[in-house]
């Protein structure tokens, strides 16, 4: 089985900072992708940032600078750095992994349960 574990969410006033950290772990064979998603309720889950094998990394429009991802492969992780921090950054974010289990034949999206951000005015 796997899992993916966030944490480091929390409240915060608007301007400061937040990192957010997940974890894969269980009968992993590979990992293609990991990412961080965030979702407002009544709205839809939105990419934040994504780092691809190779090295590749995507964000989100809105970042504008303002974010970066980290993903250490040998250990299964990946990190968020929020810097500026804005009200409407106000979301529960996911971390989201690409994984091919140890009896799988193919890779999968696997979610994590979510960390809450309140940024504060």
């Known amino acids: 089985q796997v899992q993916l574990v966030e944490s480091g969410g929390g409240l915060v006033q608007a301007g400061g900072s937040l990192r957010l950290s997940c974890v894969a772990s269980?009968?992993?064979?590979?990992?293609?992708?990991m990412a961080w998603y965030r979702q407002v309720p009544g709205q839809q889950r939105q990419l934040v940032a994504v780092?691809?094998?190779?090295?590749?990394?995507y964000y989100g429009d809105f970042v504008q600078g303002r974010f970066t991802i980290f993903r250490d492969k040998n250990k299964n992780t990946v990190s968020l750095q929020m810097d500026s921090l804005k009200p409407d950054d106000t979301a529960v974010y996911y971390c989201n992994a690409d994984i091919m289990g140890n009896s799988d034949s193919g890779f999968t999206y696997r979610w994590g349960q979510g960390t809450q951000v309140t940024v504060s005015s």
């Open positions: 269980g009968s992993i064979f590979a990992i293609s992708s």
């Open positions: 780092a691809h094998d190779g090295g590749r990394v």
